[in-house]
């Protein structure tokens, strides 16, 4: 059976590789000059290829739709596609949060076991080749006939006309090919990182036979900060207080990593705790980003009214610089460090306490003269710098550009794709596999293991 794929990214090198093991010839098109461009740069250029946690705990990490994906995991899990490196000698290794990653820490290795499959199976690969769509025939049959894995449409004389893709047809060199298919699977991936070539194009191709995509909007994206202006004064930034660390302060903390720290993202008007998290964020020139962030913005995007909630600068993200410590004993800490430093000056006083990029904002945040000797320093005033460190806020009023995010939400819509073949519902012959697919998970290798898995079941 011939088999073309649409996308060589990890969702349709897996279909590759699935399919011509099952004795298929299988073609990859892929618009870029390389397979797996997206791959190389996930995990920092790591490649966080999966998590350890048990594959019924994955379904829990995907708020898009996650129990869709039951018979896809079930068929191919983390343990398999870390076997299937393993087989080409890439061992792995887990970091924290349950993270996979390359011993080697390259994700070209991750990338280089796949290409050595694939070449294994005399898959054929074509690059720089640009599907425009999808050949698709169309036929009539008895009403009885209709198959429970495909939508018909009426016509006048009571048949049903059927659709069944026959090719694809694509542009290379600045010449319009065709490609003969029995099936076609489509894994051209979302609408972020456009530069590896995940530009939407699968999109398009879906809809013209029939599918519905649904809304697409950046997930595990950076946030931006409110842009309040601070004031100046002689010189020197006066942080605005009420609204604790806006876009300047973030810019001044650029590349300021925070570890443990816990996070709630709060919607203020309801005072309601909309997702809170505890690792690691990083503080960025237009706001903030990091894995409890990315995986922040997954959930926000599902919140009710939250483009409205954060255009109105309703919605506060609240960072415990010390969860360890409750308020109580984070005093006692401050006490031990001011008796210790009683005779030096406030802003000398908090360099054990905090990275030396915080210690200007947060002097600011508390209203304490920053040459004030440590012991002038009354209890409420001591008291205030714990409730700060306990509550550092930022305001944010916006993602990130999609162009920014690790994944797009959204895609074509699981109402019209078979959960345990990946065929569509409408197009017979017609299969998907990865981010094109309205799925989407957290941070942590969940987004990659989709791809794995439906890219097998899609192959299979």
């Given at each position: 059976?011939?088999?073309?794929?649409?996308?060589?990214?990890?969702a349709?090198?897996?279909?590759?590789?699935s399919?011509?093991?099952?004795?298929?010839?299988?073609?990859i098109l892929?618009?870029?000059?390389m397979?797996?461009?997206?791959?190389?740069?996930?995990?920092?250029?790591?490649c966080?290829?999966?998590?350890?946690?048990?594959?019924?705990?994955?379904?829990?990490?995907?708020?898009?739709?996650?129990?869709?994906?039951y018979?896809?995991?079930?068929?191919?899990?983390?343990?398999?596609?870390?076997?299937?490196?393993?087989?080409?000698?890439?061992?792995?290794?887990?970091?924290?949060?349950n993270?996979?990653?390359?011993?080697?820490?390259?994700?070209?290795?991750?990338?280089n076991?796949?290409?050595?499959?694939?070449?294994?199976?005399?898959?054929k690969?074509?690059?720089?080749a640009?599907?425009?769509?999808?050949?698709?025939?169309?036929?009539?049959?008895?009403?009885?006939?209709?198959?429970?894995?495909?939508?018909?449409?009426?016509?006048?004389?009571?048949?049903?006309?059927?659709?069944?893709?026959?090719?694809?047809?694509?542009?290379k060199?600045?010449?319009?090919?065709?490609?003969?298919?029995?099936?076609?699977?489509l894994?051209?991936?979302?609408?972020?990182?456009?530069?590896?070539?995940?530009?939407?194009?699968?999109?398009?191709?879906?809809?013209?036979?029939?599918?519905?995509?649904?809304?697409?909007?950046?997930?595990?994206?950076?946030?931006?900060?409110?842009?309040?202006?601070?004031?100046?004064?002689?010189?020197?930034?006066?942080?605005?207080?009420?609204?604790?660390?806006?876009?300047?302060?973030?810019?001044?903390?650029?590349?300021?990593?925070?570890?443990?720290?816990?996070?709630?993202?709060?919607?203020?008007?309801k005072?309601?705790?909309?997702?809170?998290?505890?690792g690691?964020?990083?503080?960025?020139?237009?706001g903030?980003?990091?894995?409890?962030?990315?995986?922040?913005?997954?959930?926000?995007?599902r919140?009710?009214?939250?483009?409205e909630l954060?255009k109105n600068?309703?919605?506060?993200?609240?960072?415990?610089?010390?969860?360890?410590?409750?308020?109580?004993?984070?005093?006692?800490?401050?006490?031990?460090?001011?008796?210790?430093?009683?005779?030096?000056?406030?802003?000398?006083?908090?360099?054990?306490?905090l990275?030396?990029?915080?210690?200007?904002p947060?002097?600011?945040?508390?209203?304490?003269?920053?040459n004030?000797?440590?012991?002038?320093?009354?209890?409420?005033?001591?008291?205030?710098?714990?409730?700060?460190?306990?509550?550092?806020?930022?305001?944010?009023?916006?993602?990130?550009?999609?162009?920014?995010?690790?994944?797009?939400?959204?895609?074509?819509?699981?109402?019209?794709?078979?959960?345990k073949t990946?065929e569509?519902?409408?197009?017979?012959?017609?299969?998907?596999?990865?981010?094109?697919?309205?799925?989407?998970?957290?941070?942590?290798?969940?987004?990659?293991?989709?791809?794995?898995?439906?890219?097998?079941?899609?192959?299979?």
């Amino acid at each position: 059976m011939k088999v073309v794929i649409i996308g060589g990214g990890p969702a349709g090198m897996m279909a590759g590789i699935s399919s011509a093991r099952n004795g298929n010839e299988v073609v990859i098109l892929e618009k870029m000059n390389m397979l797996g461009r997206k791959l190389l740069i996930t995990g920092k250029g790591r490649c966080n290829i999966t998590s350890s946690l048990d594959i019924s705990e994955f379904i829990q990490n995907i708020p898009g739709n996650g129990r869709f994906l039951y018979s896809c995991f079930e068929r191919f899990t983390n343990k398999d596609i870390i076997e299937f490196l393993e087989k080409h000698k890439v061992k792995v290794k887990e970091e924290r949060g349950n993270r996979i990653f390359p011993v080697s820490d390259k994700s070209m290795d991750v990338l280089n076991a796949f290409v050595e499959e694939l070449k294994s199976l005399n898959v054929k690969v074509v690059t720089n080749a640009k599907v425009e769509k999808i050949l698709a025939e169309y036929s009539e049959t008895d009403k009885n006939e209709k198959s429970d894995s495909q939508e018909s449409f009426t016509t006048e004389n009571k048949k049903l006309t059927t659709k069944k893709v026959i090719g694809v047809e694509y542009i290379k060199n600045g010449n319009k090919l065709v490609e003969k298919a029995e099936k076609v699977i489509l894994a051209t991936g979302g609408n972020s990182y456009q530069a590896t070539g995940s530009t939407g194009d699968g999109y398009k191709i879906a809809k013209e036979l029939g599918h519905t995509i649904t809304k697409i909007v950046p997930s595990l994206v950076p946030m931006v900060a409110n842009n309040v202006k601070e004031i100046e004064k002689n010189n020197q930034v006066i942080y605005n207080s009420q609204y604790a660390c806006s876009q300047r302060l973030c810019k001044d903390l650029q590349g300021l990593s925070l570890r443990n720290v816990e996070i709630k993202f709060i919607d203020v008007d309801k005072n309601k705790t909309i997702y809170e998290d505890f690792g690691e964020m990083v503080f960025t020139h237009f706001g903030i980003s990091g894995p409890t962030i990315l995986s922040g913005t997954a959930h926000l995007l599902r919140y009710k009214n939250v483009e409205e909630l954060l255009k109105n600068g309703k919605i506060i993200l609240k960072i415990d610089l010390k969860p360890a410590l409750n308020e109580e004993k984070l005093d006692l800490r401050i006490l031990r460090d001011f008796e210790k430093d009683k005779n030096k000056n406030f802003k000398n006083s908090l360099n054990e306490l905090l990275p030396q990029k915080l210690i200007k904002p947060v002097i600011y945040l508390s209203g304490i003269d920053e040459n004030k000797k440590v012991n002038m320093i009354t209890k409420n005033e001591r008291l205030n710098l714990v409730k700060i460190l306990k509550n550092f806020s930022v305001v944010v009023t916006d993602y990130s550009s999609i162009n920014d995010a690790i994944i797009t939400s959204g895609g074509v819509s699981i109402k019209e794709i078979n959960p345990k073949t990946m065929e569509s519902k409408l197009v017979e012959g017609l299969y998907f596999a990865g981010e094109i697919i309205d799925v989407d998970a957290y941070t942590g290798g969940f987004n990659l293991q989709i791809a794995y898995s439906t890219g097998y079941v899609a192959g299979e």
